[in-house]
């Protein structure tokens, strides 16, 4: 997909909560080796909808647009506060964009935070509306002890989307999108945790979506990973995008500065896109970006930026956000989660 | 110019936790102690005002009024309900005065009652917490008694006083309870226990709170007119009464620790009493926390200090709560203001034994709806 | 806790909640949280509308460890009176901080969370908290 009309980023804003558990502090508890050295926990009063407003927030006023101006917040999330009862209408109605605006709630496990950014992206596009809010937050849940509760992280990361040549930090140039019918992960109505089909979410799903809609966009856009300063991999643990940048021929460096999932977890729908946040805080004017993500189910988006001249006048709070660590333990941790049953 | 009132009968129950009592059985026998104390034909009672705050939420029960005087055997009535939170009680002496004072009622009986053991303490927290603003400041999950842990370290800040000096009022509250067979506490705390207790909502500790406790105490009121049919020897006239509120929840208040409403209700009862402040004789005030007994002191001094120099006991400046206090005596909360008139009555009469007050000749009970969102003065004159 | 489940009553407060409007009073100058008809201080009608700085102090606090119902398994928590700049006081939780690192006079920013759920299957309702600035 080629996007014919100017639609870039105007502004972007990142939420990780206050809270982290140590990999080691759960391998304590439930006695296997932790993937990543820490991961974030969300206060108790969190939810995916309240990181989804902090993100947004942040973008809204980075840039400089006035809530009425927004046309549409698409907030994609695998864990929302209500299984029926959207969470982007909590989100736009705290922000003030109310009620003239599209407002939904996109749900494909990992990736609905980059679906979100295409669909936002063809409405700027196509002159629909003029401003549009993508966000993607997850409280990712995960049954304690599983593979998954070494990882299960918690964030947001919103973009405000805009048709305004001069409001843009960044200009996106292509996206591809690659889905399947794979059942890797998965949760059934009325469950409290997903389930996961273990090694066969590696290579028939994460490794097959990511790495196809990333040479789909490249021999689509006829660019080669060179062309690129940086690349985002979604990211459920470290090693997985460091294979993938592997198999596509990326170098380190290009993925080292979005790999954030070593110190915060697994974000789920906001994975890709705060490793996003973290590259434009640091990128410079003319710079290229290629973001994948990967939602089990399955699917990846991947989407291509080109930072304009005022990149970097403009930073979120994320390093802010990053630097502000609680350590908490497992109990804590269990408290905070609601793992714990008390009423 | 209203007309005379005067209190000829005053009945209690034990505060505490009354398990095998209702809450009607608890009114009607304070009511029918009254009654007898006045010596009166209970049929002559023409208006019943029931005090009360949280019967609706507790025991799901509201028309108190009519409950009660049926259960009392006076139907027929006229009676009613009076919420105003924890003064309750105080309004509902106030109302009785009015219905007296104008002309209308001859003999009318108060009573005020609260039953709050049959809610667990959760839910007795919850209903407390109804005095405060329902969707701005309990919908933070703020209880009744961590808002008055707002005015205590906003008062320990400001002054810069020690925690200790303030924790003193219930040492004093509990030395008091000690000879008051009515009480809930009728057992002395040392300072230390009172800093030792556990955190309640920081920084106010346990026995800085008036406990959770059932009570019932009920007043005989009749008008001149009244008194010549049934005349009788110890007398107490209500001198002078008044209620006044304030912006309700105290953060909004210009000065929250200035108790605005206070101040008014006090200038008002007495103005209307014709005496003034440093008449009194015996003070009962609102402590259902340590802070509020020293800030209804600070009209008289620095409270905590008054408290520390022993001014509060018998034979002291001003004696306070000299039958217990809401801490000790106990805090059924909407029956607390008739309570405080109840302990005055005791006093006036000089019927306190150890603690009496020699030669008391003027009381002031103050009650507090909320945190002083609402205060009801009553002043009381021994008469003869 | 809720006495009575009520979707409508969390629905009409919402966006004062959500979005602190508070009263401006064109009499006074007083400014109050939430907006309300009549200014509490000098009676003035008409109270112009306006979204509170998000920015404030503490002025005082306490610590609730004894939750009412809907607030189980929170405890213990931080309730405190923020005087935003302007000088409009408003009652909130503080979050993502630890009772004992909380002081007066401490900086603290508007943050959306959850405050109560009226019932385990009810509605949940937001509102703004506020955290240490960061």
Redesign the interface.
Known sequence: MKFTATVGVAGYGAYVPAFRIKGEEISRVWGDAAPVREKSVPGPDEDSLTMAYEAAREALEMAGVRPEEVGAVLVGSESPPYAVKPSATVVAEALGVTPRVVAADLEFACRAGTTAMILVAGLVASGAIRHGLAIGADNAQARPGDELDYTAGAGAAAFLLSGDRSRLLAVLEHAYSFVTDTPDFWRREGESFPRHAHRFTGEPAYFRHVVSAARGLMEEAGLKPSDFDYVVFHQPNVRFPLRAAQLLGFREEQVKLGLLAGEIGNTYAAASLIGLARVLDHAKPGQRILVVSFGSGAGSDAISLVTTEVVGSRKSSLERLLARRAYVDYALYAKQKALLRVA | MAGRVYIVGAGATKVGEHWDRSLRELAVEALLSAVKDAGIDKRDVEALYVGNMMSG?LQGQEHLGALVATWAGIPGAAACKIEAACGSGGVAVHQAYLAVASGLYDCVAVVGVEKMTDAL???A??AL??AEDQ?????????F???N??????YL?RYGVKQEKVAAFPVHCHKMAVNNPYAQFRRAVTLEEVMAS???????RLLECAPIGDGAAALILCSERYLKRNPRDELVEVAGTAVATD?L?A??R?D?LAVAALRRAVEAATRRAGVEVADIDVLEVHDAFSILGVLSLEARGEGWRLVEEGQLEPGGKIPTNTMGGLKARGHPVGATGVYQVFDLVVQLRGEAGANQVEGAELGMAQNFGGVASTVAVNVLRRAR | MVWVESAPRAWREGTRRYRLIGGKCPSCGGLVYPHRQVCPYCGREGLEAVALPRRGRVVTYAVVRNPPRGFEGREPYVIAVVELEGGARVLAQLTDVRPEDVRVGMEVEAVFRRYREQSPSGVIEYGVKFRPAI
């Open positions: 939420m303490p959760s839910d927290s919850a917490a109804t969707e701005y400041v309990v919908f933070t999950g703020a209880t008694v961590s808002l842990a707002l005015l205590y370290r906003l800040d556990p955190l309640v909502a920081d920084p106010l912006v929840s953060h909004e210009r929250p």
